[in-house]
């Protein structure tokens, strides 16, 4: 089947550290792999996307790599942000436009 | 500019009382969707349509309903039978084609029981 594990939070870190959020995944087929963002009170919005292995996504700062061999999208951004304070979410898109969302990491910047 | 409008922001149901929650999008999107999200916890499919007059159901589709009349809208109505209804409620959007394409969400509508 398909799914998508994401690690827990919360995550807190200072202004300017290192961000890992770990996602990793099961699929049949080809999958394409995202992540969204939520602030409070809002819904989701596309982060970066990846359609095929060894394919980057970026935008704003972070960056997540597709990886087959590992079913892993890790996000990473090298220095965050107070603004970057938010929920993200990995998600899973596969065969007839089925989605498969983890269960969110909440992220606190700290200045 | 384009988008997804999912009103009312906060809605109160009555014991008994069915409800809906609406959605609009002006994206030209053939796919919508819906999603329950209850805290700590990520999102659950309630109902999907690929076209106008057509929706199937997802993984937690007892005690609610939609329907598709027109591409635009996909209004969502939270029954009676639905026991345990406070959630925030997302509708989403896409295109539908081979390669998955990404979803584009509302604001949503957070639903709590008087």
């Known amino acids: 089947g398909n799914s998508v594990t994401q690690m827990e939070g919360p995550v807190t870190l200072s202004e300017e550290a290192f961000l890992t959020i770990n996602c990793t995944y099961t699929a049949t087929g080809y999958p394409s792999l995202f992540w969204y963002v939520q602030y409070p009170g809002e819904g989701l919005q596309l982060l970066l996307k990846a359609t095929k292995a060894d394919d980057k996504g970026s935008n704003k700062g972070f960056e997540a790599t597709y990886r087959k061999e590992t079913t892993s999208f890790h996000l990473e951004k090298g220095s965050v942000q107070v603004s970057d304070s938010a929920v993200y979410f990995c998600a899973l898109g596969n065969t007839g436009n089925q989605f498969y969302f983890g269960t969110g990491t909440s992220l606190t910047v700290i200045p | 500019d384009g988008g997804i409008t999912q009103s009312p922001k906060y809605l109160f149901r009555k014991e008994g009382q069915n409800v809906t929650l609406s959605c609009e999008q002006n994206l030209n999107h053939d796919a919508m969707y819906w999603y329950r999200q209850d805290p700590g916890q990520g999102l659950r499919l309630i109902y999907y349509s690929q076209i106008v007059n057509d929706f199937q159901k997802g993984d937690i589709a007892e005690g609610y309903s939609v329907s598709r009349e027109k591409k635009e809208s996909f209004p969502l109505t939270v029954t009676s039978a639905q026991k345990n209804p406070t959630a925030f409620y997302l509708c989403?959007?896409?295109?539908?084609?081979?390669?998955?394409?990404?979803?584009?969400f509302g604001d949503g509508t957070r639903l709590s029981i008087l």
């Open positions: 989403a959007s896409s295109i539908w084609g081979q390669v998955p394409e990404p979803q584009h």
